[in-house]
């Protein structure tokens, strides 16, 4: 069956019995499982994962390898083999340590994927459930509403006001209004089959229930997959500027590697010695690797994230994370706990409150009409599912004996004109045994807009419009939700494109006022925000004066200032006029979401790094406009999560406080990491590139170099992504997106201390040369290596001393050190080594010198802190 294009031209119902699906109950688990063992799963089968030869093979690229391979067996040719043996074994090492690097951040960034993988609403047993979209087969009946990413091919069962937006499949942007009557005629292009949804197109309007047809690859979409190209670059900013660095360095280090063969020979030494010196220290020094550790760190950090619900869906945005310095969120369900309860009914003058004895007729209407103009579905748990706000007014209706089931049986709905952000209204349409009655309900200005009378019980009274809106501002200035109720008979159905002349000459019916307590860890994550430069904004379609309660609630607001902006005043604002604003306004309130991009850009053209949230479809540009696009991971649309690098899996403003806390804790690591690995490779290039203008011999074996490079920037250096926090990393300003991740002194650092290092072996080489031990390069080796490690450790934080730090708060990092320590007491005291790496047993006095030395690098960097622990003192003085 699913083999047939011409769904289009069939009866849905009829269709939907072929299927075996009872499309007002859906299929049955047992009828999933046979359709899933025959169908597969609904996926893409696109570009096969990078394989596991292919990701190995990637680490023998390097250029710079090759050479240093085809030097070694020369050299083993014609001299020692074990030398050759030992290069080629370590070369292999490394290229292992780069794969499991690459494959582990492989992993993290599929798993992060399979997050982010798409769900579907469908009907199954009777019962609507949220499954993973890949787990859909033909027959299965799916829900749509706004908002929605199409999960397969349906054939449209019923609908309302239901518009796709089809272009990625079509190219046309306009939106397509659907139908569900069969087609007749022969040659429908995809774009004019109006009875059905393809995979890939996104619902814009209305909702819609659908009958699956074709799934994977046997849709349209699946169909034009091949021709998709979705392999993107995945390189972030951050990674290509680092490359882009590294190939300049890349050009120095050669420089300095020509210069010190050509030394070398002249000084009288073995051609090819000198080339393995030079390439191993090119292939040491050249920062190749520094691309993927980013990746690592960066994978691994959008890990940790998902563990406290932010899930990082660009892998970018977790490096610029940190520069966030504005945050615009949404009220309703961010900054709100969107737990909603129905506090108090206002109609006709007169209030009732939940719990009191017997509703008036005027209540009991106001209830009839906020559970029939309502999409709240039942659960077979007998609570409600839907929109927080429809669940609450069930809810309230229910609890005053006005079950919205048992309504529906006598008003039953025949139309509907869906709720929008925009209109912030929305009408049904009901057959009652008194005739036609449409319901609207939606924000009291406009709803009362449209409205001409007051209901009553048996007839219309004049409206006191300016006493409605001046009571439902009151309930507002108390932090209350308020939706306005309407009614108006009808003798006959309009047609479903009247909706400006249905939603007018409304009777109100009156208001019900909605309490939204804010989030109880909101409040302390504003605070965290402004204590980190970063200036939070609430932007809400709800009232001004519920707004300003909830922001003042939670410290977005203090109490003298007042600015709030709504959507009307902006409208009238142009964009030079709202640049000026936008530094102030901390609170936009009844703002349309098309209107959000205009605040982003606003912002941005301040030079703001600015992170915005959104839920719906016409939040989708401005979450595109926005440095850091925030979706919601529970009530936000398919279109919305799409068009986000970040989701809240927990719809949370605190979670994205703690993703920018995060952001800025791995970029500080990979800082930590680069100043780790290219002050150590500066401290070689020193020693070799000095030592025969102070007229000493070689400090250093190309095995020795390489061995350095493998073992201390491998171990240590991924051990700084376990890394804590700094101390005040989230009492600091953000940092400026196109600072250079080597300001802050880093320079100057990798060049000093690597002099220092590069000095400290240079010295040890000449005391052995002067005092005749015979170990001198064993030692020299031996202070590179502890030299680093000394450095590893006070690097951990660029302000506080280790000691502030706490040895153990770091225990990957700890424990790598020590391990590194004993694997070049191995090299330097296990005989079998000695040969290999041409090493000799140090006694005490040497080791002792050895270690002293290192202590000198570890003293240096705690010295250079506390310069810097003061320096920020003073300045901190100045400024305040
Ligand atoms: P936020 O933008 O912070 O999420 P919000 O939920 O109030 O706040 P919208 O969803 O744009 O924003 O709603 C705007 C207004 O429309 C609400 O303040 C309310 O008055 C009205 N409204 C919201 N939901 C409904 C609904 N289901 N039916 C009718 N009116 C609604």
Not at 328 to 344: I, P, W, Y
Not at 665 to 678: E, G, H, T
Not at 702 to 713: A, R, S
Request: net charge neutral; hydrophobic share 50%; charged share 20%.
């Amino acid at each position: 069956m699913t083999g047939s294009p011409g769904w289009h031209h069939r009866d849905a119902v009829e269709l939907a019995g072929e299927h075996g699906v009872d499309p007002t109950r859906g299929l049955g688990a047992s009828d999933v499982a046979h359709r899933i063992a025959r169908h597969g799963a609904n996926e893409l089968t696109g570009k096969e994962a990078s394989s596991w030869l292919a990701l190995l093979a990637d680490q023998f690229k390097d250029f710079m390898v090759l050479v240093l391979i085809a030097a070694a067996v020369v050299s083993g040719a014609i001299g020692e083999l074990v030398d050759t043996l030992a290069i080629v074994v370590i070369v292999v090492l490394n290229a292992v340590i780069g794969f499991v690097q690459a494959w582990r951040a492989d992993k993290a960034i599929a798993a992060l994927q399979q997050l982010a993988a798409a769900h579907a609403t469908v009907l199954r047993d009777g019962e609507v459930r949220q499954i993973p979209a890949a787990g859909l087969v033909p027959g299965d009946i799916v829900l749509l509403e706004a908002g929605n990413q199409v999960p397969a091919d349906l054939r449209l069962i019923d609908l309302a006001q239901f518009r796709v937006d089809e272009s990625a499949l079509t190219g046309e942007s306009v939106t397509v209004e659907k139908h569900t009557a069969p087609m007749t005629g022969v040659v429908h292009a995809l774009g004019d089959r109006l009875n059905m949804a393809f995979k890939g197109t996104t619902a814009t309007h209305g909702r819609a229930r659908g009958l699956v047809v074709a799934i994977g690859m046997s849709t349209e979409l699946g169909k034009v997959a091949r021709l998709l190209d979705r392999d993107t670059d995945r390189s972030t900013p951050l990674q290509r500027r680092l490359a882009a660095f590294g190939k300049r360095l890349s050009l120095v280090v050669i420089a300095i590697c020509v210069v010190i063969f050509t030394v070398g020979v002249l000084r009288g030494e073995s051609p090819l010695l000198m080339a393995l010196t030079a390439i191993s220290l090119a292939v040491a020094a050249i920062p190749e690797a520094l691309p993927a550790v980013v990746t690592v760190l960066l994978a691994l950090g959008a890990r940790k994230m998902v563990s406290f619900n932010a899930l990082i869906r660009r892998l970018p945005s977790v490096e610029t994370l940190g520069s966030v310095s504005f945050i615009c969120s949404d009220k309703t369900g961010t900054l709100t706990q969107n737990r909603m309860h129905a506090e108090v009914l206002l109609a006709d003058g007169e209030s009732w409150q939940p719990g009191e004895p017997s509703p008036k007729p005027v209540h009991q209407e106001l209830l009839r009409a906020a559970a029939l103009c309502n999409d709240a579905t039942h659960t077979l748990k007998g609570g409600w599912a839907g929109d927080p706000t429809e669940t609450a007014l069930t809810q309230v209706a229910g609890d005053a004996g006005l079950h919205k089931p048992t309504l529906e049986q006598d008003a039953q709905r025949i139309l509907e004109f869906p709720f929008d952000a925009e209109r912030k209204r929305m009408t049904t349409f009901h057959r009652t045994p008194d005739g036609l009655v449409a319901y609207t309900k939606g924000a009291p200005e406009a709803v009362l807009a449209q409205c001409t009378s007051q209901w009553q019980p048996g007839g219309e009274s004049r409206l006191r419009r300016a006493e409605v809106l001046g009571a439902a501002e009151k309930l507002a200035t108390q932090g209350l939700r308020v939706l306005a109720l309407a009614r108006r008979s009808y003798e006959q159905l309009p047609g479903t494109g009247e909706l400006e002349a249905v939603e007018s000459g409304l009777c109100l019916i009156g208001l019900i006022g909605l309490i939204d307590p804010p989030r109880p860890e909101a409040a302390a994550a504003v605070r965290d925000c402004i204590s980190a430069g970063i200036t939070p904004v609430m932007i809400t379609g709800d009232h001004p004066a519920t707004a300003r309660a909830i922001a003042q609630r939670l410290g977005i607001l203090s109490g003298a200032e007042s600015d709030v902006l709504t959507g009307v005043d902006l409208a009238a604002l142009n964009d030079a006029a709202l640049r000026e604003r936008v530094r102030t306004v901390r609170v936009y309130a009844r703002v349309d979401p098309l209107q959000k991009i205009r605040i982003v850009e606003a912002l941005q053209a301040h030079g703001e790094f600015v992170a915005m949230t959104g839920d719906g479809v016409n939040d989708a540009p401005a979450l595109k406009q926005a440095d850091i696009g925030v979706a919601m991971g529970r009530g936000g649309t398919d279109v919305a999560r799409e068009a986000s690098s970040l989701v809240l899996l927990d719809d949370n403003f605190a979670t994205i406080v703690a993703a920018v806390r995060e952001g800025r804790r791995i970029y500080d690591n990979i800082r930590k990491f680069v100043r780790y690995a290219m002050t150590g490779n500066s401290g070689e290039i020193w020693t070799i590139f000095l030592a025969p203008l102070m007229g000493l011999p070689i400090p250093l074996l190309p095995i020795h170099i390489l061995w350095i490079n493998l073992v201390t920037d491998g171990l240590p250096g991924l051990a700084l992504a376990a890394e804590p926090a700094e101390r005040g990393v989230m009492q600091r300003p953000p940092r400026p997106p196109s600072e250079s991740l080597f300001s802050h002194g880093m320079w100057q650092h990798i060049l000093a201390i690597g002099l220092l290092l590069g000095g400290l072996c240079l010295a040890v080489q000449a005391w052995a040369l002067s005092t005749g031990h015979s170990h001198g390069q064993t030692m020299v080796f031996t202070v590179l290596t502890l030299g680093q490690m000394a450095h590893v450790m006070a690097i951990r934080s660029e302000f506080d001393s280790l000691w502030r730090q706490g040895l153990l708060s770091n225990k990957p990092l700890l424990g790598a050190v020590l391990a590194t320590f004993a694997l070049q007491m191995a090299v330097i005291y296990v005989p079998v080594f000695n040969t290999v790496f041409k090493t000799a047993p140090l006694s005490a006095m040497e080791l002792g010198i050895c270690l002293a030395a290192a202590m000198v690098v570890f003293i240096a960097v705690e010295a250079e802190k506390t310069w810097r622990r003061s320096r920020a003192a003073t300045l901190n003085q100045v400024a305040s």
